[in-house]
């Protein structure tokens, strides 16, 4: 018996598979980007430079500060992601026009990523930002220099590149397992995504459990910033 291996699904569909594992990587890793510099200054910067006291003398709850802070880094992170799927989109274009005349990129040229595939994305993304802004707020407070605070912030990178490249990986497969852990589980939803694949379910409780852990996250951030020893660490 002569035993042929045959792909059966569209070309379009296989090419989403391939992309799709890129796009929220880079996404992912350029959030996290986008909201490291803005927290570390913002926190340990401002501590460093002395001006966290004007700041706390001003007649505004710490609650409205810490979150005007948080604001400012969700913003960084998101408009980051935004930039990255905006030039992602545009990349894709020109590549797209300039194999237009090249012999084997007909499966290419018949791929696109469409406005619902894109927003869908993007929608994915927010918890995930809000996370990182959290997150990022929380750990770079409890330093007492901007340099102290990168220190404490690099192993995060790690944290987060790992499960994001985990997603890449042949033989890492969207389930019910994967869904409760994060950036993985929304690294590998965005894959299914731009694939054409929408788990309804599966995404409901992604989105839903980036939402507690990023809910849980700010809740720290807040916490720290009540505290006179984490603010006046010397």
Avoid at 111 to 140: D, E, N, Q, R, W
């Amino acid at each position: 018996f002569e035993i042929k291996t045959e792909n059966v699904a569209p070309p379009e569909k296989v090419i989403g598979a391939a992309i799709g594992g890129f796009l929220p990587y880079f996404i992912i890793i350029l959030c996290l980007m986008g909201a490291t510099y803005p927290a570390i200054d913002l926190t340990a910067g401002e501590k460093e430079r002395g001006t966290i006291e004007t700041i706390l003398c001003s007649p505004v709850p710490r609650t409205d500060i810490v979150l005007g802070k948080f604001l400012m880094v969700l913003t960084a992170a998101l408009c980051t992601a935004v930039l990255a799927i905006i030039s992602m989109g545009t990349s894709f274009q020109v590549a797209k026009h300039v194999l237009a005349n090249t012999d084997g990129a007909n499966d290419l040229l018949n791929f696109s990523i469409g406005m619902k595939t894109i927003g869908a994305v993007f929608l994915m993304v927010i918890p995930l930002a809000v996370l990182f802004a959290s997150g990022l707020i929380a750990i770079a407070l409890t330093a007492k220099s901007y340099k102290e605070a990168q220190s404490y912030i690099a192993p995060l990178t790690i944290l987060v590149v790992l499960p994001a490249v985990a997603g890449l990986m042949p033989g890492v497969e969207f389930n019910a397992r994967m869904a409760l852990i994060p950036i993985l589980n929304t690294s590998l939803v965005c894959k299914e995504i731009v694939a054409g694949t929408y788990h309804w379910g599966s995404i409901a409780i992604i989105f839903g459990s980036t939402c507690v852990y990023a809910s849980a996250a700010l809740y720290v951030a807040v916490s720290l910033f009540n505290r006179e020893d984490v603010l006046f660490r010397t």
